[in-house]
C-alpha cells in the first residue's frame, strides 16, 4: 500500500530555515504529483506548495521566495526547503501523493517558529 514517512520537523527561530522530507513506498512515486498542506489549527488547513510529477511547482503566495519544494524520484522523496521562516509558519506539515484521483497523505511533522 502506500505510505508516506516525514522528517525534520522541529523548533526553529524566526529568520531560520528546516527542509522537510517524505519518502513514499509503494508506488512509482515519480509518475504522481505530489505536495504539502499545512494544519495551522483545528479548522485551518492550507495548502503551501506542490509539484507535478515532470517537475513544475507551483506556490502558496504566503510562502512564494521563501519555501521550495523538490523531488527526487529516484529516492521516492518530496523535499521542502524553508528559509526565512516567521512565526506564523508555525503548524503541522502534511504531504501527500495524489495517485488517480485519491489523496495519500503523511503523518505529520509539527514546525515552532519562534519569535
Known amino acids: 500500500q502506500v505510505q508516506l514517512v516525514e522528517s525534520g520537523g522541529g523548533l526553529v527561530q524566526a529568520g531560520g530555515s528546516l527542509r522537510l522530507s517524505c519518502e513514499a513506498s509503494?508506488?512509482?512515486?515519480?509518475?504522481?504529483?505530489t505536495g504539502w498542506y499545512r494544519q495551522v489549527s483545528q479548522n485551518q488547513r492550507e495548502s503551501v506548495a506542490r509539484?507535478?510529477?515532470?517537475?513544475?511547482?507551483n506556490y502558496a503566495d504566503f510562502v512564494q521566495g521563501r519555501f521550495t519544494i523538490s523531488r527526487d524520484n529516484a529516492e521516492n522523496t518530496v523535499y521542502l526547503q524553508m528559509n526565512s521562516l516567521k512565526p506564523e509558519d508555525t503548524a503541522v506539515y502534511y504531504c501527500?501523493?495524489?495517485?488517480?484521483?485519491?489523496?495519500?497523505w503523511g503523518q505529520g511533522t509539527q514546525v515552532t517558529v519562534s519569535s
Open positions: 509503494g508506488i512509482i512515486f515519480s509518475a504522481y504529483p
Open positions: 501527500y501523493v495524489i495517485v488517480r484521483g485519491t489523496y495519500y
Open positions: 509539484i507535478t510529477s515532470s517537475g513544475s511547482a
